[in-house]
């Protein structure tokens, strides 16, 4: 269970130590999405003691340029999960279109930094199929256990 701490919890008693430095790309991935939406590509999420738990880009940019960013407590025992929401689309290598209204959640446990705009291919009932990204959460593990995963990024993102 996640619990919102926006409001009382300042990133200066956030600790982040164990925390290591981002590569330079996903970096700049996640700073181009939030300069382009105006927010951020994930929440922070800290455990009880206000360790940072995941998050950290967000939390970097949110320093960076003094806005501050949703921020949830979750305990330190449960294990998170990348949940990545959105709709299915049509896509080929050379252009992609709306598939329609249906919408999903899946896990996302892949390496590559994901925003939401994103196009992955995903485990679908019937075989694999792809989504556009319209939403990124973390969750309890526990929690997503009946979800299908993202399988690949395709490295394309709707304009």
Request: aromatic share 10%; charged share 30%.
């Amino acid at each position: 269970m996640k619990v919102e701490l926006t409001s009382i919890l300042n990133l200066d008693k956030i600790s982040v130590s164990g925390m290591t430095v981002p590569k330079p790309e996903k970096l700049e991935y996640y700073e181009r999405y939030f300069l382009e939406e105006g927010r951020f590509a994930s929440d922070v999420i800290v455990d009880e003691a206000w360790n940072l738990r995941t998050g950290y880009v967000s939390y970097l940019l949110a320093r960076k340029y003094g806005v501050r960013p949703q921020i949830f407590e979750i305990r330190a025992a449960c294990p998170i999960a990348k949940v990545v929401s959105g709709k299915y689309v049509r896509y080929t290598a050379w252009e992609w279109n709306a598939g329609g209204s249906r919408r999903n959640s899946w896990v996302y446990a892949l390496k590559e930094p994901v925003v939401p705009g994103d196009i992955l291919r995903v485990e679908a009932g019937m075989g694999t199929a792809y989504m556009l990204v319209e939403k990124v959460e973390h969750a309890a593990a526990a929690d997503c256990a009946h979800m299908q995963k993202a399988l690949k990024h395709i490295r394309k993102r709707k304009k």
